[in-house]
């Protein structure tokens, strides 16, 4: 392999240079030549944003430092996938597409200007913008006819203000990406889609518990995935596991699958290890073992409902410690993130099954110890027509802080559910349940059926 410096093209690490040219000339070398390495050097080194090919390594020393630079008119549409639904979306921060054996290493640090955007969107939210109006939404809009029909999570779909993810696979094969910092993120941090043979090694994540949508890492329709060793902070999902949304993400028919998460530590955020919202082609053979989510909303976390669809199932929980949660076990089906009472989706009363209707089951939860829960034990909740089915827990200790002042009602994002107050672990439309050795200290009520 042969190893390139970005000065040799022209870069400068002085914090104030433009390197967007020389980034692009050595990346291209590298793909014309067939392969290399790209070392980054100490310093502070600005561009717009990037992308990597075949057979790259992009190294960056202790000390380096890219940042993105925050103007939106250089961040040109491509094709990707957007909270779960195909379509064009601002070029990502860090972007490869189609590509194999793709190496981000080293001890420096991709830095996403996150603030800038995470203004400007909380602005256009203030302002209550609800359709396109800069030149790159309007293109956006053009680009993705019909797209206020599709669904979205909150992060903008309606204004096509898609911001780009700091770092994005799409459709690529033996990816690793391993050491290194990424931060401030515009939108979701670290988002794979359509990639297999991935690994994510002892890479920290950082963005301020207040920044919108900004997920750890999304591992979007991947197979044979390891996350090792990595610490997260975030101001929204720390690590989840996405297979598309409603009718493209059906249509797709894509799978999370045979995913390991192992010796990971996540902290602040929505959730620790996370499987939904979109969940339209499934997720299955997934293991999450020997980790630490302190001060996440929720510890595990598997959020859908109906109209997002997909088959979830062959899921392992072990070993894992949380702290000072809202709710550490959290399965809701009646997640209500992007829809309203009105949409049809939080009915209590069975509904037909049709193929947009999301199924859970077989999940082993074993050796859990949760301390410190501030709304409850846990929040199991399935639907009528739909039942979350064959749950076994052994091994668990819940213990609940009841004078918390936090109402159950937090335990995860739902509607259309009677309110309980009992902080212990709530059980609605559950079939097959077995529980050994659970252990929930604080409620007078176990387990709460309603």
């Not at 390197?19 to 067939?34: G, P, Q, R, V």
């Not at 827990?393 to 107050?421: A, K, Y």
Request: charged share 25%; proline share 5%; with cysteine.
């Amino acid at each position: 392999m042969i190893d390139y410096n970005i000065t040799s093209f022209g870069g400068r690490g002085d914090g104030a240079f433009d390197n967007s040219a020389a980034f692009k000339t050595a990346l291209e070398t590298i793909a014309k030549a067939d392969g290399g390495l790209l070392r980054v050097e100490k310093g502070v080194w600005r561009t717009g944003p990037i992308e990597l090919f075949s057979h790259t390594t992009l190294s960056l020393d202790e000390g380096a430092i890219i940042t993105f630079i925050p103007e939106p008119p250089r961040y040109k549409p491509v094709w990707t996938r957007w909270e779960g639904v195909e379509c064009y979306g601002m070029h990502p921060c860090v972007f490869t597409s189609g590509q194999k054996d793709v190496v981000i290493t080293g001890k420096g640090v991709l830095d996403g200007s996150g603030r800038s955007w995470w203004d400007l969107r909380q602005e256009k939210r203030r302002r209550g913008q609800k359709s396109p109006e800069t030149p790159e939404e309007f293109e956006l809009a053009r680009l993705n006819k019909g797209f206020e029909k599709q669904p979205g999570g909150g992060g903008g779909r309606e204004m096509q203000f898609l911001r780009p993810p700091l770092v994005q696979f799409f459709n690529c094969a033996q990816v690793r990406i391993e050491g290194v910092t990424l931060r401030n993120s515009p939108f979701w941090t670290l988002h794979p889609v359509y990639c297999s043979s991935l690994t994510v090694s002892g890479v920290s994540i950082e963005n301020p518990p207040d920044s919108p949508n900004t997920d750890g890492m999304d591992i979007d329709s991947c197979e044979d995935v390891l996350i090792e060793n990595c610490h997260v902070t975030v101001g929204d999902d720390g690590i989840a596991l996405k297979s598309g949304s409603g009718e493209d993400g059906i249509r797709a028919a894509k799978p999370c699958r045979r995913i390991t998460v192992r010796g990971c530590i996540v902290e602040d955020g929505h959730g620790g290890i996370v499987i939904g919202s979109e969940t339209a082609g499934g997720a299955y053979d997934i293991i999450a073992e020997d980790c630490l989510f302190r001060g996440t909303d929720r510890g595990i976390r598997i959020k859908t409902r109906r109209g997002r669809g997909g088959q979830i199932q062959n899921l392992t929980f072990r070993k894992l410690t949380m702290e000072n949660n809202l709710c550490p076990l959290a399965i809701n089906m009646y997640y209500r993130s992007g829809a309203s009472i009105d949409d049809g989706y939080f009915s209590q009363d069975a509904l037909p099954l049709n193929a947009a209707t999301p199924s859970i089951r077989n999940i082993s939860i074993a050796d859990i110890k949760a301390s410190g829960c501030r709304a409850s034990a846990g929040f199991i909740v399935g639907l009528p027509e739909a039942p979350v089915e064959h749950i076994k827990l052994e091994r668990c200790e819940f213990s609940v802080n009841e004078q918390s002042g936090v109402s159950t009602d937090e335990s995860d994002m739902f509607l259309g559910l009677p309110h309980v107050t009992e902080k212990s672990i709530r059980l609605l439309n559950v079939k097959d349940t077995e529980f050994n050795e659970v252990t929930v200290k604080g409620p007078a009520e176990t387990f709460i059926y309603r």
